[in-house]
């Protein structure tokens, strides 16, 4: 019988993802300092194994944030709008979202930024649509 992935340990897990991306870290540098494997990393950050109390303490320590930062936003990603903001968190969590991100956090003129998202939004728009229903 296979266990069911609980949600949670999955939004869990994307955000070390996300935290683990946006510094640059590997999962193999994440699993020498946790003192485990690089599959074992995969597996979190998928939500296939639960990461215990002791271990995300651990891994908030080594991706240099509050342990509390890993819950932050699953109720709003468990409630109204959950597909939605699962998409955004599922993005964030890529290559691509985590090098977006930081491009667009460089950008210091508010002009430029709104300019960038109105370009996406009809490049978006213009698209065959696969919106997440909300």
Known sequence: MTKAID????LVGRRVRLQRMSLGMSQTKLAEA?????????????GVNRIGASRLEQIARI?????????EGIVEEQGDGAGEAAAISTFLATAEGV?????FLRLSNPSVRRSIITLVEDVAAAEPSTEVAS
Do not use: N, S
């Not at 949600?7 to 999955?10: A, F, Q, W, Y």
């Open 99 to 103: 090098q977006l991100i930081k491009a």
């Open 34 to 46: 946790l003192g485990l494997t690089f599959q074992q990393v995969q597996k979190y950050e998928r």
């Open 7 to 10: 949600p949670t340990d999955v």
């Open 63 to 71: 991706l240099g944030v509050p342990a509390g930062f890993f819950f």
